[in-house]
């Protein structure tokens, strides 16, 4: 399985930009990048994912690297809602055809946001 | 959108005992996915049901198995339970893969 690797931790203010890095230099030709994000006492919340081009929504903007070996979550004004563990996935197909993948997580980065 | 719901929220159950979790998908959701999550980790896959047939599965033994009925609800079931399955485990529905999942807020299981 491709593995990704991300900072154990990052601080930032509120209202201020975030960008959580992403290596994942094993990355095959196929494989999506998500990002998910996990609150305490919830499960995980889908934030963004994409293949190749730069990806908006209204929660975040994902970077991605040319050769696709990293990546970088941006939170373009973080709040104090924000404050999670945040994990960089690359998306595994299952053994057979249809809807099917499965997500493997590290251990993520905890984002602190202070006030 | 109703989201995805788990029951129960949390639960004992002693060593050697059988449990079933279960799980509601979100609407228009045909595939579900199983976690587990210990403490201080992050979630690890079991397996995963697309239109009533497993078509993935993660590194547990088969005292681990599920179902997912034809409304695309879902049951995981565990056998023989151990301590070391004490975990929150989590639920997650789809629409297709490549699409995002969407997550329950978990079952807590406390193996004593």
């Known amino acids: 399985d491709a593995k990704t690797t991300q900072p154990n931790s990052m601080e930032s203010n509120e209202e201020e930009p975030v960008h959580l890095p992403c290596n994942h230099s094993?990355?095959?030709?196929?494989?999506?990048i998500h990002w998910y994000r996990q609150l305490p006492s919830q499960g995980p919340e889908y934030v963004i994912h994409g293949l190749t081009s730069n990806v908006n929504n209204r929660m975040a903007s994902l970077a991605i690297a040319e050769d696709r070996k990293s990546s970088t979550l941006i939170l373009h004004r973080a709040t104090l809602r924000d404050a999670a563990v945040y994990y960089c996935?690359?998306?595994?197909?299952?053994?057979?055809?249809?809807?099917?993948?499965?997500?493997?997580f590290g251990k993520g980065t905890l984002l602190t946001v202070n006030p | 959108e109703t989201g995805v719901t788990q029951s129960p929220t949390h639960l004992i159950k002693t060593r050697g005992q059988q449990v079933t979790l279960r799980c509601s998908s979100q609407?228009?959701?045909?595939?579900v996915s199983w976690y587990q999550q210990a403490l201080g980790q992050g979630p690890q896959f079991i397996f995963q049901y697309y239109r009533e047939e497993e078509n993935g599965r993660g590194n547990f033994p088969p005292r681990f198995s599920g179902l997912q009925f034809p409304n695309y609800s879902s049951e995981l079931n565990v056998n023989a339970l151990e301590l070391d399955d004490s975990a929150l485990y989590l639920c997650?529905?789809?629409?297709?893969?490549?699409?995002?999942?969407?997550f329950g807020s978990g079952t807590r299981l406390t193996v004593v």
């Open positions: 609407s228009g959701h045909n595939t």
């Open positions: 997650a529905s789809s629409r297709a893969w490549d699409y995002g999942y969407t």
């Open positions: 094993t990355i095959s030709g196929t494989d999506y």
């Open positions: 996935i690359l998306s595994l197909r299952g053994n057979s055809g249809g809807s099917n993948y499965k997500l493997t």
